[in-house]
């Protein structure tokens, strides 16, 4: 699995997200985090805007959904154009389920851990992801300082994805920037969340080249 950058827009200018969303040409994904007020104390955007903002561009979205009852509202992401939808487990209901649903509706169906929620009581749903996050910040707002603690569990969870040899991305968001992103990749993660990283450099783009590269030295391709 190689590395991919995911810019989040939680950064961007809100006025401006189709430009915005040029201006990190090269990242993998847009990563687009959905707040609801509820679950988070935040509110930023919903279904419209991320139907939206799909036809807008061509860099598929990995929706964030901070929200409660994601059971009932995650699908609705995939119809307005989601490539990648995450819930949070804290919030679902039934999260075998809704990742069943997820990937019947054409996404890869994806898991949040909040930083005090623990990997192994989800090792048997592995199988039923394509990708786990692992939040490296209490979610919520961006440009928050990364939780070095949450080292050991990156490190675990990469082991149960081996000891299972399951092709499961491994995603950190949360203060993920030039200083924390070897540290994530040394700990087996592959898909990393920048936002105020990406989106507060002077050039957007530049600064996901610069962050794939440290990463790729670093990281799982290589000898841990
Ligand atoms: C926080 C969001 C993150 C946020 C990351 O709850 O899930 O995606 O945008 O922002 P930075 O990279 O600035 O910590
Ligand atoms: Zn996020």
Redesign the pocket.
Known sequence: MSVQINP?I??ADFARLAEEAKAVQGADWL?V?V?DNHF?P?LTLGVPVVESLSRATDTPLDC?L?IEAPDRWAPAYVEAGAGSVTFHVEAAAAPVRLAREIRAKGARASMALKPATAIEPYEDLLPELDMLLI?T????????A?LDIMLPKIRRTRQLIDRHGLDLWLQV?????AETIERCAEAGADVF??????Y?ADDPAMAVRALREQAAAKGVDRPR
């Open positions: 989040s939680l950064s990563h985090d707040m988070v935040n964030h901070m939040m910040v209490e979610p919520g707002f961006g440009g928050q990364f968001d949360g203060g993920v920037s969340v920048a936002g105020s990283a990406v507060g």
